[in-house]
């Protein structure tokens, strides 16, 4: 498995960029942040996907970028060891 981080710009979208993510993917992350692109400050936003569906994110990461008319869009992959720590019934 990867665990993938995209980094876009906070258009004050999330919801709309929660529904675009939610129909690829069942699970994810946001992460509010503060970065600077350029040597300008902007309300940013981290994605994080935990997949191997590589395709399904670069396909995500393109429709961030013209969807929000961004000239780029960050994308870091480190490989993970995942556990699912689930509920056991009695």
Do not use: N
């Amino acid at each position: 498995m990867t665990a993938y981080r995209i980094y876009t710009e906070d258009k004050g979208e999330l919801a709309l960029l929660a529904r675009r993510v939610s129909q690829s993917f069942d699970g994810f992350t946001f992460i509010p942040a503060y970065g600077y692109w350029k040597g300008q400050p902007e309300r940013s936003v981290i994605i994080e996907i935990v997949t191997d569906q590589h395709d399904a994110i670069i396909r995500l990461t393109e429709w961030i970028r013209t969807t929000y008319q961004q000239e780029t869009v960050l994308v870091t992959s480190s490989p993970v060891v995942v556990t699912l720590i689930t509920s056991i019934a009695a």
